[in-house]
């Protein structure tokens, strides 16, 4: 066995992973690797691959949109009608766990606050809670969701906030973790403002 070779193709695979193509012919793979590697002629352009690789990454997209919309409209209405669940003219939802009495942020302050994000499925995607430090940052330089909400929550506060995709990261998703569409809950705990 060659080594290099060897590698080369577990990088390729590794990465064609991690984009989440994973569902590929192996023998053609092959020969589209082959057919470049030994200049043949292409079974088809360069120009028509990349016209099916995105239409491939659009269908994903949009199957993944399908489910992680459904299941978002699923729980916002069932947790629209929970005891303390506040829902904004957005579309947010909030519920006070505690209610803080200090100053509200507005969008030009810069805040420290303790969070702990989770998708739907209770995976935990970031937590300040779990790294035992505290955030800081200003209103305006977060997501949509989080900006609205820290603009109701007094210093001292603590919510759980329940973050509909279009206030989140909508259709670009963000890092591993939050695919498209993907709705956010989040605990925060507004500490206080710089």
Known sequence: MDSL???????LAQNLQQQGISDLDSESLKQGLM????GNDLKISL??????IQEYFAKKNMAQFEENVNAENDFLTAN???EGVVETESGLQYKVLEAGDGPVPTATDRITAHYHGTLLDGRVFDSSVNRGQP?????????QGWQEVLQLMPVGSKYRVFIPSRLAYGERGAGDM???YAMLI???ELLGIE
Do not use: Q
Request: proline share 6%; charged share 25%; no cysteine.
């Open 186 to 188: 989040f605990e925060i």
């Open 47 to 52: 120009e028509k691959a990349n016209s099916v």
């Open 135 to 143: 955030a800081t940052f200003p209103v305006n330089g977060v997501i």
């Open 80 to 82: 629209r009608k929970k």
């Open 178 to 180: 939050i695919g498209p």
């Open 35 to 38: 057919d470049v590697i030994d």
């Open 5 to 11: 070779s060897y590698s080369v193709g577990l990088m």
